[in-house]
C-alpha cells in the first residue's frame, strides 16, 4: 500500500490546466505485458473500452491480440462499431425494452454483439427486440461476490434455459469480481470467486444441455490471478492506464500509472494548503481505496493529500512546516479512479520522452447510456 | 433535514436512459423567486454559471434581472462570452502566467471581465496578461470560513494595494461561504461570516485608500441570508436547479428540486437491493451533506438508497421485505449536487407539464479550464 516518491512524471511543457495526459509508452507496456500473459495462460483479453474510450487505444489493444472489446453501454458499442470493432461484448444486463431495444437491433444488424443478462424478463426483452433478425448470442451474468449484479452460480442454468427459450444464443457466463476494491487483501480471494463462480454456472448451464463456450471473468486486480482453467477471457480495463487505486490495491506499481492530470497552483493563501485548479470536474471524487485519505496523490508532493474538490478548486493539505509549491506551478496529478476521469476529458494529451506528441479523442466520452 | 414523498417528478414518456431532465416550470419559478428577493433587498444578483452551463438558462437570468454572470473558469467566460454575455466576473484566482494569459487578454479585450485575486504574484502575472491593452478590473478574495482560497479579510488592504500598484482596477472585494455545506445548522453562521469578513475587507482597502464599488457574497444557501448592506452582489448558482443536498441543508424545498435524472432497472437479481443504469458517469459522487446516506434519493422510493455507484451502475439499497420496482421500470433520480451532474450530460430534455417541449445543450460542459 505504500506509495513511492521520486517516480513523478514530467509535466509537458506549456501545457495549459487542467489538462489530462498520456505517457505513451507506459500504455504500450501495459497492453503488451497483459496480453502477453494472457497469452501465456492461454486466455482470451477482450478489455473493457470503459476506460479509454479511445478508438486509438482500443486499436493499439487490437493489433496486440485482444479478440475484440468489452464495452459498458449501447453508446461505446455504437461509437467502437462505427470505428470498425466488429466483435463487441456488452458486459451489461441491458434492457432492451424501452428506447434502447431499436439501438441494439441496428447495431446487432451490423456487427457481433453478445449481451448481458440475468433475468428472464430482461432476455425476453432483448428478443423482442432482435425478433425476425439473426440469432443473439447472450452471456449470463453471475455474482461472485461484489454484489452487484448477476444471479447465484447455481442458478445460471435456470436463466440460460431461458434464455434459449426465448429464442438467444446462450454462449456462456461472465462475472466481475468487483469485491477485489475492497483493498490489497481481498484481491486473491476475489480471483478465486470469479473462477469457482465460473465453474458452478457453466456445470449448471450443462446440466440444462447448454454447453457454455465462453467463461469471462473481468477486473484489473483479478485479472492475472483469475487467468486459469476453466475461465477462457478476461476483461480487464483500467490495466492501460492504471491510477492510483490500482498501486493501493497491488495491481501495478506506481511506475506503471500512465495517465495523470496538469495542474496549476491558484492560490497559497491560507496556512497547511495550498490549491490547485484541478477540481471534481477534472478527477472526479472516487474515494482512495482502503480508507486511503483524498482524491488523488502529488507524485512530486508525498506528503501532500487532494483532501477537499470542489468544482475548479482541489485543496491540497500539507504537513505544518512543510514546504509547499509556489503560485503558478505546474504539477502532475495522479487520480484514484482513471474511468471517471477519462469521462471528463474530450481529449488526451500524449505524451512521449516528455514530448507532446499527439492529440487522442476520448470518442466514446459522455455515452453513459 | 426530512425528505419528502409524494412529490415524485413524472419521468418523460419514451425517454432514454441515464437522461438529465429539467422541469421548465420550477426553473423559471427559482428564477425569478431569488431574483425577486434580491431586487427587494435591493442587492445585485450574478448567479454562477457553472451550474447550468447553459446560454438558455443565462438568458433567462439576465432578461429577469441579473446584472451579469459569475463564472469559474476561463473556458466558461470564452463560451458565455461567445453568446453576448458582456459582463462577466471570473470568481477564481486565475493564474494567468502560462497558457491562460492570451486567452485572458482576448477576453478581456472582447468583453467587460473582472477577475479574482488573493496573492500578489496572481495580481502581477494578471496585469502582464493585459499590458498595454485597457485596465482590467479585479477583486479581492477574502476567505470568510469556507478555507478555500482567499486572503483574511484584514489583509485585503494590503493585496488591493498591490493590485493597484501593478496597473489594475481594484473593483472591490468577495468571498463564498462554502462553510455553509457543513449543514443546515450552518448556514446562518455562514452568512454571517460572509457580510463580516466583506465588511472587514472593505474597510481594510478604504484605509488603502481604495473604495470598494462591489461586496460581493455567493452560494446559494447563503444567499438569501447576506443579501443585507453592505454587501452589493449575490453570486449563488446551484439554486436555478437545486438538488437533494439543497434540500438537506434547508436552502430549498423537495418541490424547488428542478433536475433530475431518468434511470431504468437492470436488475433485481440480489436480495435487498435493485440495481439502475445510472452510475458514476451520470450522477457523479459527491457525498449527502450532513452524512446523509447515498448518491442521490429516489422521490418515488422514498426508502431506497442509492448505496454504490460504479461507473454505469447504481446499486440501490431497500430495507429488507420492501417492495422493489420490476426490471424494465424507468425511475426519476434526484442527484446529491447538481453542478458536477449537469458537467456529464451534452444536453438536457426540458420538461413542462409532462411533456418534452425542447432540448438544450449545456454549451459550457467540461470547460473545466
Known amino acids: 500500500m505504500e506509495e513511492l516518491p521520486g517516480l513523478a512524471p514530467t509535466v509537458p511543457e506549456g501545457v495549459d490546466t487542467p489538462t489530462a495526459w498520456i505517457e505513451l509508452d507506459r500504455v504500450e507496456a501495459n497492453i503488451a505485458r497483459l496480453q502477453g500473459f494472457a497469452d501465456e495462460r492461454g486466455v482470451a483479453l477482450r478489455p473493457h473500452a470503459k476506460t479509454h474510450k479511445s478508438v486509438e487505444v482500443a486499436q ?25 470493432f466488429d466483435d463487441l461484448f456488452l458486459a451489461y444486463t441491458l434492457w432492451a425494452g424501452g428506447a434502447k431495444g431499436a439501438r441494439l437491433r441496428g447495431l446487432h444488424e451490423a456487427v457481433r454483439i453478445a449481451v448481458g443478462i440475468d433475468s428472464g424478463e430482461g432476455a425476453r426483452a432483448l428478443s423482442d427486440a432482435v425478433r425476425g433478425s439473426r440469432t443473439l448470442p447472450v452471456l449470463v451474468e453471475v455474482d461472485s461476490g461484489g454484489r452487484r449484479t448477476g444471479v447465484q452460480p447455481q442458478r445460471a442454468g435456470e436463466l440460460g434455459r431461458a434464455a434459449q427459450d426465448a429464442g438467444l444464443e446462450v454462449l456462456g457466463v461472465f462475472t466481475h469480481g468487483g469485491h477485489a476494491y475492497r483493498g490489497a487483501e481481498a484481491v486473491a480471494d476475489a480471483a478465486d470467486d470469479e473462477v469457482r463462480s465460473l465453474e458452478t454456472a457453466a456445470a449448471a448451464l450443462r446440466a440444462e444441455g447448454i454447453e457454455p463456450r465462453v467463461l469471462s471473468a473481468g477486473s484489473t486486480p483479478t485479472a492475472r490471478s483469475s487467468a486459469r482453467a476453466p475461465v477462457t477471457e478476461e476483461r480487464p480495463g483500467t490495466y492501460v492506464y492504471n491510477d492510483r487505486n490500482q498501486v493501493l490495491v497491488g495491481s501495478c506499481g506506481v511506475e506503471d500509472v500512465a495517465l495523470f492530470v496538469a495542474a496549476t497552483v491558484v492560490s497559497v493563501s491560507l496556512d497547511g494548503q495550498f490549491v490547485i485548479d484541478a477540481g471534481a470536474k477534472a478527477l472526479a471524487r472516487d474515494p482512495g481505496l482502503g480508507g486511503a485519505p483524498g482524491y488523488a496523490s502529488l507524485p512530486a508532493w508525498p506528503d501532500a493529500v487532494v483532501e477537499r474538490l470542489n468544482d475548479y478548486h482541489g485543496m491540497v493539505s500539507v504537513p505544518a ?23 471528463l476529458h474530450e481529449t488526451l494529451l500524449v505524451v512521449r520522452d516528455g514530448r507532446v506528441v499527439d492529440r487522442w479523442r476520448t470518442e466514446a466520452r459522455s455515452r453513459s447510456g
Do not use: I, Y
Open 321 to 343: 512546516g512543510s514546504p509547499r509549491p509556489r503560485v503558478g506551478e505546474v504539477l502532475a496529478v495522479m487520480p484514484n479512479h482513471v474511468c471517471p476521469v477519462v469521462d
Open 60 to 84: 493499439r489493444q487490437r493489433t496486440t491480440g485482444a479478440v475484440g472489446l468489452t464495452v459498458g453501454t449501447l453508446g461505446e458499442a455504437e461509437v467502437f462499431a462505427g470505428a470498425g
